[in-house]
């Protein structure tokens, strides 16, 4: 009985093993079961680390990408913002050659050597008394030099204190500024002081003179030794009495606040040629 136990287990194995051989046989294109089941069981996981794989080298050539615009964005930047500069220095030193070149033009009646300078503040305290200037001793200022605008009208000139590097000027709207003047028609003789309000007066006319007229200019006249004579300083707008035995001259100043960005400072000793 034993023996015909094994013979019955050896042909049920041979039996077995011809059934998975048989099984395991391809059938055309048709893959096996095997194959089927580490197909099952292994294509997710491979298309999973495709996918990370190629998110991964996505994200990592992105970022090198990004790196290399973000770099080239920055050179641009810095190109844009150097040139921007070059630019405006350009510009700048354009204006300044016109500006120097007007008030050269401006100023060419007078035998003088000009200082052209830049205006950097104003009082403050009192807008219409006084302006710092860019230029100082060592750019050759000195009290009492005059200083116009780029059309050579006057501004003012140089007062106490003058520093290494800058300068301060007395405007003619200052109500303690007193300048030498003299009408353009009739040549009548005043001294010009300001309002401390942007405007100007004429003292000592006397009422019994007629010859003074709305209208009229004023120049410097130059007998008061700081201000050459011929400078044009203003234009009567007004004129009226009080109870005093002078006029009441009003006088609008030919310069202009908004446009002191540059102006010229000339000694005192300047003469006009006629």
């Known amino acids: 009985m034993k023996e015909k136990h094994k013979i019955v287990l050896l042909f049920s194995l041979v039996f077995f093993h011809l059934v998975l051989i048989s099984i395991q046989v391809p059938r055309g294109e048709r893959p096996t079961i095997l194959e089927k089941a580490v197909f ?27 790196r290399h615009v973000q770099a080239q964005n920055q050179r641009l930047r810095e190109e844009l913002f150097s040139l921007r500069q070059e630019n405006l220095l350009l510009q700048r030193a354009l204006a300044e ?12 009646h007078l035998s003088l050597s000009v200082i052209v300078a830049s205006v950097i503040g ?51 709207t200052d109500e303690d500024c007193g300048v030498g003047v003299l009408t353009e028609r009739h040549r009548v003789v005043g001294v010009l002081e300001g309002d401390s309000k942007g405007k100007c007066r004429i003292k000592y006319i006397l009422k019994t003179n007629r010859d003074v007229q709305v209208g009229e200019e004023v120049l410097t006249s130059g007998y008061d030794g700081i201000y050459p004579s011929g400078i044009p300083v203003g234009r009567i707008v007004a004129i009226s009495e009080d109870t005093s035995i002078f ?4 006088v609008e100043p030919y310069f202009d606040f908004s446009d002191l960005d540059r102006v010229a400072v000339v000694a005192p000793t300047v003469h006009r040629q006629e």
């Open 97 to 108: 050659f016109r500006a120097a070149e007007e008030v050269q033009r401006s100023l060419a």
């Open 247 to 250: 006029k009441k001259i009003e």
């Open 40 to 66: 099952a069981v292994f294509t997710p996981i491979g298309h999973g680390v495709v996918s990370i794989s190629q998110k991964i080298n996505s994200l990592w050539h992105r970022y090198f990408y990004l």
């Open 122 to 172: 104003v009082d403050s305290g009192q807008v219409y008394k006084s302006v710092i200037l860019n230029r100082g001793r060592l750019d050759g200022m000195k009290e009492d030099m005059v200083v116009l605008d780029r059309q050579g009208r006057l501004i003012g000139r140089v007062v106490e204190p003058v520093t290494q590097r800058q300068s301060r000027v007395q405007l003619i």
